[in-house]
């Protein structure tokens, strides 16, 4: 039996988060405490007591997810035994600390780096995402090509789970996919409350700050696999893994394709280890004999 470890994304924050971690437990306090030094501003009391709009800025909630996915799985070292790991979207970052590829601190600062990177981007060009539901992945991806073509850019983005893709892009992009998705037969095509066009070409502005950092850190040989989003391969090069991070700003998140990888090289358990259960909800409806749960 193989289990592997998967780490949630945007979108999973909560106002409480890690509370119940920092006040029971002596490591995870102090990580947190290490995480304020480190990030310059007391992540945590935002973390703890922040309004749900406070929680919803990218540059603390990147950070915070991280936070608390890390800090979760550090406290459980003794059972923490991952066969293979991966992470949705943000979650790669700490699914790189899970698996000893990158060190809590590297990680840290590259993501805290990555959701300023990716604020601004968002400020240079305003965008959005929109989730398009019960349609078929190639109708989607070639709608989204025709609008593009004609000069409004709309990409394929999340690939979350069978009937469920997000699609990002400029404003008026999204909302001339968002029509005639759902006139070729969509059930809903839902635009996100989210601050810019994650996962496009939108993010290029972001991707070319991101690299610099994430080329001078230093990546240990991880130990065991990291699925990444941009191949949905398992890759335990750190050269590769390096490469890969900095692509996957622009690429799309092919989730639903490194799940079915995880499945066919053996992951019988999926563990989610973070704030929320929106992982769990999706590896069940990629591969429904496939147990997943919660740390």
């Given at each position: 039996?193989?289990k592997?470890?998967?780490?949630?994304?945007?979108?999973?924050?909560?106002?409480?988060?890690?509370?119940?971690?920092y006040?029971?437990?002596?490591?995870?306090?102090?990580?947190?405490?290490?995480?304020?030094?480190?990030?310059?501003?007391k992540?945590?009391?935002?973390?703890?007591?922040?309004?749900?709009?406070?929680?919803k800025?990218t540059?603390?909630t990147?950070?915070?997810?991280?936070l608390h996915s890390v800090?979760?799985?550090?406290?459980?070292?003794?059972d923490?035994a991952p066969?293979?790991?991966?992470?949705?979207?943000?979650?790669?970052?700490?699914?790189?600390v899970?698996?000893?590829?990158l060190?809590?601190?590297?990680?840290?600062?590259?993501?805290?780096k990555?959701a300023l990177?990716?604020?601004k981007?968002?400020?240079?060009?305003?965008?959005?995402?929109?989730?398009?539901?019960?349609?078929d992945?190639?109708i989607?991806?070639?709608?989204c090509?025709?609008?593009?073509?004609?000069?409004?850019?709309?990409?394929?983005?999340?690939?979350?789970?069978p009937?469920?893709?997000?699609i990002?892009?400029s404003?008026?992009?999204i909302a001339?996919a968002?029509?005639k998705l759902?006139?070729?037969?969509?059930k809903?095509a839902?635009?996100?409350p989210?601050?810019?066009?994650?996962?496009?070409?939108?993010?290029?502005?972001?991707?070319?700050?991101l690299?610099?950092?994430?080329t001078?850190?230093?990546?240990?040989n991880?130990?065991?696999p990291v699925?990444?989003?941009?191949?949905?391969?398992?890759?335990?090069?750190?050269a590769?893994?390096?490469?890969?991070?900095v692509?996957?700003?622009?690429?799309?998140?092919?989730?639903t394709?490194?799940?079915?990888?995880m499945?066919?090289?053996?992951?019988?358990q999926?563990?989610?280890?973070g704030?929320?259960?929106?992982?769990?909800?999706l590896?069940?409806k990629?591969?429904?004999?496939?147990?997943?749960?919660?740390?």
């Open positions: 039996m193989k592997a470890y998967i780490f949630p994304g945007q979108g999973s924050q909560f106002s409480g988060m890690g509370k119940d971690l006040e029971n437990n002596p490591l995870a306090k102090q990580l947190f405490e290490n995480a304020n030094d480190i990030l310059g501003f992540i945590t009391e935002t973390m703890f007591s922040g309004t749900d709009e406070e929680l800025q540059k603390i990147q950070p915070a997810i991280f800090i979760l799985a550090a406290t459980k070292e003794s923490f066969d293979m790991v991966a992470g949705h979207s943000l979650g790669e970052f700490s699914a790189l899970a698996n000893k590829c060190s809590f601190e590297d990680a840290l600062k590259l993501v805290y990555r990177a990716m604020q981007a968002c400020e240079i060009n305003p965008s959005t995402m929109a989730a398009i539901l019960n349609l992945d190639t989607v991806e070639t709608i090509a025709e609008i593009t073509q004609s000069g409004h850019i709309v990409v394929a983005a999340n690939y979350n789970c009937g469920q893709l997000v990002s892009g404003n008026e992009g001339i968002c029509e759902k006139a070729a037969g969509a809903r839902l635009v996100l989210v601050g810019g066009a994650f996962h496009s070409p939108l993010m290029e502005p972001a991707r070319l700050e690299e610099a950092a994430i001078a850190t230093k990546f240990n991880p130990i065991c699925y990444q989003n941009v191949t949905a391969f398992a890759v335990s090069d750190p590769q893994i390096q490469k890969n991070l692509a996957q700003l622009t690429a799309p998140v092919k989730w394709q490194s799940v079915q990888q499945v066919a090289d053996g992951a019988t999926f563990i989610e280890v704030p929320g259960k929106v992982l769990q909800g590896v069940k990629i591969s429904a004999n496939s147990e997943a749960v919660s740390v």
